[in-house]
């Protein structure tokens, strides 16, 4: 089985910066896709960032900076730098990943258990 668990979740005043980590263990032979979701209050799940494989991003807005999605190969480990956050950020955020547990199994999709950000002044 593998696990995700965020961590760097919190309360932040407005223009300010958070640095998500998600780190994977278990059985891992490979991760071809991280991700991170939010939820707020009220509202669906949505994509914030993914890091695919082969390096390239996808973003819920166009890349500029505000939030930017990194891997530690050597850990398992990925992150999401969040700066200049906005009241509008404050949400549950989920790491996700696709996971293949050995070189001939088929990927399967694990979820965090998520961690609070909170953006007030």
């Known amino acids: 089985q593998v696990q995700l668990v965020e961590s760097g979740g919190g309360l932040v005043q407005p223009g300010g910066s958070l640095r998500l980590t998600c780190e994977a263990t278990?059985?891992?032979?490979?991760?071809?896709?991280m991700s991170w979701f939010r939820q707020a209050p009220g509202k669906e799940r949505e994509l914030v960032a993914t890091?695919?494989?082969?390096?390239?991003?996808k973003y819920l807005e166009p890349w500029n900076g505000r939030f930017t999605i990194s891997r530690d190969y050597a850990d398992n480990t990925w992150i999401l730098q969040m700066h200049d956050l906005k009241p509008e950020d404050t949400a549950v955020y989920y790491c996700?990943?696709?996971?293949?547990?050995?070189?001939?199994?088929?990927?399967?999709?694990?979820w965090g258990r998520g961690t609070q950000v909170t953006v007030s002044s």
């Open positions: 996700n990943a696709d996971v293949f547990g050995s070189r001939i199994s088929n990927s399967q999709n694990f």
């Open positions: 278990g059985r891992i032979f490979r991760i071809s896709t």
């Open positions: 890091l695919y494989e082969d390096f390239t991003t």
